[in-house]
């Protein structure tokens, strides 16, 4: 029986995009593993906090890097990120984290000690990865490309309901402003900001249902497999 062939999917995006929701959905379905990049960079800005290494950034930081090992496990129940063999996977999703991440993913030496890590992670094909510069700098090979976008007012409106979930009633327009501010970081600095790779193919949810948007994505990956070339749409 031949083997199924695997292909890597790089799913790059804004933030609160629901490009986890959609990289956990097709990772479940297809079989693959899913890597978390952000969680990754979420787990370094962490460290820093708790060292409370955060006020002369990047120099504060940077010899701490090779004190910092970080393991993304990957079930389909959901990832686990463990930061030096602590399980860290709901402190990184605390709203101070979400204040200094970007400014600490800026960093050239930060992204270069992550980036070597996913790119080794997906090395034997079958993952589905998002993030901010997959497609273009870390797996720039992965077959599938998928650049999400959605209306800021909804994913203000996704990120709201999100963290009230989890206890957190935060004001909307505080949230707002964050992800505002967070896309801006992300998508002006200097070391691979998030952009679009010419190739990807554009998925706009913001009126798309998880199912819809699921649908979709399979079709795109379907026509991968079946050797059918990526286009700009
Ligand atoms: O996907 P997320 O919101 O958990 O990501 C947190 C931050 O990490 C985001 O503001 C930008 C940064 N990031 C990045 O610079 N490159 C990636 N590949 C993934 C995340």
């Given at each position: 029986m031949a083997v199924p062939k695997k292909i890597n999917i790089a799913i790059d995006g804004y933030?609160?995009?629901?490009?986890?929701?959609?990289?956990q959905a097709l990772a479940r379905h297809l079989k693959y593993k899913y890597i978390d990049s952000g969680a990754m960079y979420r787990a370094v800005t962490l460290y820093a906090i708790r060292h409370k290494i955060t006020g002369d950034l990047p120099a504060s930081l940077l010899p701490h890097l090779d004190h910092i090992?970080?393991?993304?496990?990957?079930?389909?129940?959901?990832?686990?990120i463990y930061l030096n063999g602590e399980d860290v996977t709901a402190a990184i999703r605390m709203p101070e984290i979400q204040d200094l991440v970007s400014p600490v993913s800026t960093i050239p030496q930060v992204r270069r000690f992550l980036?070597?890590?996913q790119k080794q992670m997906a090395i034997?094909?079958?993952?589905?990865?998002?993030?901010r510069d997959i497609g273009t700098v870390v797996l720039p090979d992965a077959e599938l490309k998928i650049f999400m976008t959605a209306d800021l007012e909804i994913r203000t409106e996704r990120r709201f309901k999100e963290l009230l979930l989890k206890g957190l009633n935060l004001d909307k327009e505080v949230i707002k402003q964050?992800?505002?501010?967070?896309?801006?970081?992300?998508?002006?600095?200097?070391?691979?900001?998030?952009k679009k790779a010419p190739e990807a193919r554009v998925l706009d949810n913001s009126f798309l249902n998880e199912k819809q948007q699921f649908e979709l994505a399979?079709?795109?990956?379907?026509?991968?497999?079946?050797?059918k070339p990526n286009f700009e749409n």
């Amino acid at each position: 029986m031949a083997v199924p062939k695997k292909i890597n999917i790089a799913i790059d995006g804004y933030s609160a995009c629901g490009k986890s929701t959609l990289a956990q959905a097709l990772a479940r379905h297809l079989k693959y593993k899913y890597i978390d990049s952000g969680a990754m960079y979420r787990a370094v800005t962490l460290y820093a906090i708790r060292h409370k290494i955060t006020g002369d950034l990047p120099a504060s930081l940077l010899p701490h890097l090779d004190h910092i090992q970080i393991d993304c496990v990957w079930s389909e129940s959901g990832n686990k990120i463990y930061l030096n063999g602590e399980d860290v996977t709901a402190a990184i999703r605390m709203p101070e984290i979400q204040d200094l991440v970007s400014p600490v993913s800026t960093i050239p030496q930060v992204r270069r000690f992550l980036s070597r890590q996913q790119k080794q992670m997906a090395i034997h094909k079958g993952v589905v990865m998002d993030g901010r510069d997959i497609g273009t700098v870390v797996l720039p090979d992965a077959e599938l490309k998928i650049f999400m976008t959605a209306d800021l007012e909804i994913r203000t409106e996704r990120r709201f309901k999100e963290l009230l979930l989890k206890g957190l009633n935060l004001d909307k327009e505080v949230i707002k402003q964050n992800l505002l501010e967070r896309d801006h970081i992300d998508s002006t600095r200097s070391d691979s900001p998030l952009k679009k790779a010419p190739e990807a193919r554009v998925l706009d949810n913001s009126f798309l249902n998880e199912k819809q948007q699921f649908e979709l994505a399979l079709s795109w990956v379907e026509e991968t497999l079946a050797g059918k070339p990526n286009f700009e749409n």
